[in-house]
């Protein structure tokens, strides 16, 4: 059972989700300038979390079914995030309130190193992002996306997989075919 998984059986059998939330295609979750108050699991459908950097939008993540998503800058330092979280398909997600997760966590200890746990792979993802676009050949960012989640694939449209690789859809097109 994954860390993902093992968190999420404890919290259902706690019974804390709110009702399930249905988010439109292209409707956000979570809009820049706003304070995070949940944690969300994604039931089904497929999200992107991004910044806008002038007129850019960096994608910085990409999240599917079975996972877990907050703008965790802001629901860690209680201040307004810097992120938008936006719906690339309909999209189901399950949430819990930052105050009633964070006693659960609190009430026992391995629930605490669950959380750990999640945090610090959250953490190596980041790092290994940073690396990736570190390389020039996109090629190489492609292969080591590609190997790090080829389910990816299956649950993201090609645009947004290749805005988060750094290059257009026409290159990631013939990556794909070579």
């Known amino acids: 059972m994954t860390i993902i998984q093992e968190l999420y059986t404890h919290l259902e059998e706690a019974r804390l989700w709110e009702p399930e939330q249905r988010i439109g295609r292209h409707e956000f979750l979570i809009q820049a300038g706003r304070r995070e108050r949940y944690v969300y699991y994604e039931l089904e459908g497929s999200l992107r979390a991004y910044v806008v950097h002038g007129a850019e939008e960096q994608v910085v993540r990409l999240a599917y079914t079975n996972n877990f998503i907050t703008a965790l800058d802001s629901f860690i330092t209680d201040q307004p995030t810097a992120f938008y979280i936006q719906a690339l398909k309909k999209t189901k997600v399950k949430r819990i ?34 690396q990736d676009l570190l390389i ?43």
Do not use: C, G
């Open 97 to 130: 309130a930052k105050p009633i997760y964070r006693d659960f966590l609190h009430s026992r200890p391995e629930l605490m190193s669950l959380w750990n746990r999640l945090l610090e792979a959250d953490l190596l993802q980041q790092i290994e992002r940073e």
């Open 136 to 178: 020039d050949a996109p090629i190489e960012r492609y292969r080591r996306v590609l190997k790090r989640s080829p389910q990816l694939f299956q649950h993201i449209p090609h645009k947004h997989i290749a805005a988060y690789l750094r290059m257009t859809p026409e290159t990631l097109s013939r990556i794909k075919k070579s």
